[in-house]
């Protein structure tokens, strides 16, 4: 465990949600912040509720490379170095791999995986000056399973999966740290902000994601956090909300057909007929699921 006071973080995505959160748990413990957002609205809400340490806010487009690297050389000019990175930026769409188009999906990997891997290689070169440093990736549940209707979504989440777990191995031997994150349904905008595919019905669209997002329980605040305490115990993968912890393991156990076992207590309309036509008690796993 170490002190992370001060420590200067990037912090993408920081305009709501769990990025909002994990900037104002840094700065509880004394870290100050570069905050990055396309929502210069949202930024400003954040920046308003943290007192106590330097903060400075900056709208970037991660999927743009220019954007980020000019982000990084401001963060250099103001800050003089980086110690924490968190890759947090990410968006979400709806729809079979019939409904998106090729822009839906170039879009959805140009936020959430080139948007990883560009901040990454912009301030890696700063965190190896730092006596300890950590880049912490949020992947997802969907990082680890793959349901229907989310072929975009999940290849996204997947790519930053991969390429978290490659960064680590390759940054062992330095001074920085990496964590992946794995959250499974926290209560945050992105379900209620994703987009439909081009060619997918736009009611049911809606209908899905609606049901979808009430099944987010865990406060951004908690997953927050977590990833902070992650931070400070160097801890290399985290899982938050028991429906990630449980169905990472249905996924190890039955890697090839875990979706039979579980696609009806995922699918929104699957769970409607389940709970409309269960006529034997639910399992402790379906029991489990239903909050998913």
């Not at 748990?25 to 100050?32: C, E, F, I, P, Q």
């Not at 019905?201 to 099944?215: I, L, Q």
């Amino acid at each position: 465990m170490r002190t992370l006071t001060g420590a200067v973080a990037v912090v993408t995505g920081a305009g709501s949600g769990i990025g909002r959160e994990v900037a104002r748990s840094l700065a509880s413990r004394g870290v100050d912040l570069a905050l990055a957002d396309l929502d210069e609205n949202g930024l400003a809400e954040t920046r308003a509720s943290i007192t106590g340490v330097r903060v400075t806010t900056h709208r970037v487009d991660v999927s743009q490379s220019d954007d980020v690297f000019r982000f990084r050389d401001a963060v250099s000019r103001e800050f003089g170095r980086a110690s924490i990175l968190v890759n947090n930026a990410g968006v979400a769409l709806y729809g079979s791999i019939d409904e998106v188009s090729i822009a839906d999906l170039e879009w959805i990997m140009g936020v959430n995986f080139w948007g990883a891997v560009y901040m990454t290689k912009a301030f890696v070169p700063l965190l190896r000056r730092e006596p300890a440093a950590n880049v912490v990736t949020i992947s997802s549940l969907f990082g680890l399973i793959a349901p229907p209707l989310q072929s975009g979504y999940c290849a996204s989440k997947f790519a930053v999966r991969g390429f978290t777990e490659v960064l680590r191995h390759e940054l062992r031997p330095t001074n920085v740290r990496v964590t992946v994150v794995h959250p499974g349904g926290v209560a945050t905008r992105i379900a209620a902000n994703t987009r439909c595919g081009t060619h997918a019905d736009p009611g049911r669209c809606r209908a899905d994601t609606a049901s979808f997002e009430r099944a987010l329980v865990t406060p951004p605040s908690v997953a927050a956090e977590r990833i902070v305490r992650a931070i400070v115990r160097d801890r290399p993968r985290l899982l938050i909300g028991k429906d990630a912890y449980l169905l990472d393991a249905v996924q190890r156990f039955f890697p090839a057909r875990y979706m039979s076992i579980v696609r009806p207590l995922i699918d929104p309309r699957k769970r409607l007929e389940l709970k409309r036509h269960r006529s034997v008690p639910p399992s402790q796993l379906e029991r489990e699921l239903e909050h998913v």
